[in-house]
């Protein structure tokens, strides 16, 4: 079974200033990490995803994330925050369980607030 | 390429009654999901389809809810009847079959049952 933990349910930073989204994972299998982005009223959109290539993984918009197996988390962060990433942020790990499940498991979700 | 589509974007329907949503998923994508989000969660998964065979439906109320993919490509997942707790946006997402490979989603369909 997999399962994963954001340890924010809200994180609100002022614009310029750095952003941290945690998250902590389970998996019984060596897993798939994905950040993804949801916009109001917008569909999800993948930020970046780490496939046990390099430890430090490079997104859109300025975000990385960097896997780390020994704390089992894969924390999201952004350099100098802008207004327009104030959106709602899932943290999700995708493992094999056998028979070919391997679906997406989504943790609750960040919601990052901009302060102007 | 074209993204994942899916109908209606929005529903409104009163309790014990049916509704089904339609998804067409990316070109060439062998494993299509579908995923319910209640307001203020995370996506939660009902069903996993690997071509048109079913490999995950743990999560499916099956005594109201059903999926189908016949063909291997567009699927339907269709409830019967609704009650007020299903009020959410239904998510389809498709993706390779492969591990490594990210998923793709639709827009999503927003049921209010009322």
């Known amino acids: 079974a997999q399962s994963v933990t954001q340890l924010d349910s809200h994180v609100s930073v002022s614009e310029g200033t750095p952003v941290l989204l945690r998250c902590n994972y389970s998996s019984s299998y060596s897993p798939s990490l994905f950040w993804y982005v949801q916009h109001p009223n917008k569909g999800l959109q993948l930020l970046l995803k780490?496939?046990?290539?390099?430890?430090l993984v490079k997104g859109i918009n300025g975000f990385e994330a960097e896997f780390k197996k020994s704390e089992t988390s894969f924390h999201l962060t952004k350099p100098s925050a802008h207004m327009s990433d104030a959106a709602e942020y899932f943290c999700v790990v995708r493992g094999g369980s056998g028979g070919g499940a391997d679906g997406l498991t989504f943790g609750k979700g960040t919601h990052l607030i901009i302060q102007p | 390429e074209a993204g994942v589509a899916q109908s209606p974007r929005y529903k409104i329907i009163e309790k014990r009654q049916s509704v089904a949503f339609w998804c067409n998923p990316i070109?060439?994508?062998?494993?299509l999901y579908w995923y319910q989000q209640i307001l203020g969660q995370g996506p939660k998964l009902l069903i996993q389809f690997q071509n048109n065979g079913v490999v995950d439906d743990s999560q499916l109320p099956k005594d109201r809810f059903s999926a189908e993919r016949l063909k291997g490509v567009d699927s339907t997942l269709k409830i019967q009847p609704a009650k007020l707790e299903d009020s959410a946006v239904y998510l389809c997402?498709?993706?390779?079959?492969?591990?490594?490979?990210?998923?793709?989603f639709g827009q999503g369909t927003r049921l209010t049952v009322v």
């Open positions: 780490y496939t046990s290539a390099a430890t």
């Open positions: 997402a498709s993706s390779r079959q492969n591990l490594n490979t990210e998923a793709f």
């Open positions: 070109s060439g994508h062998a494993t």
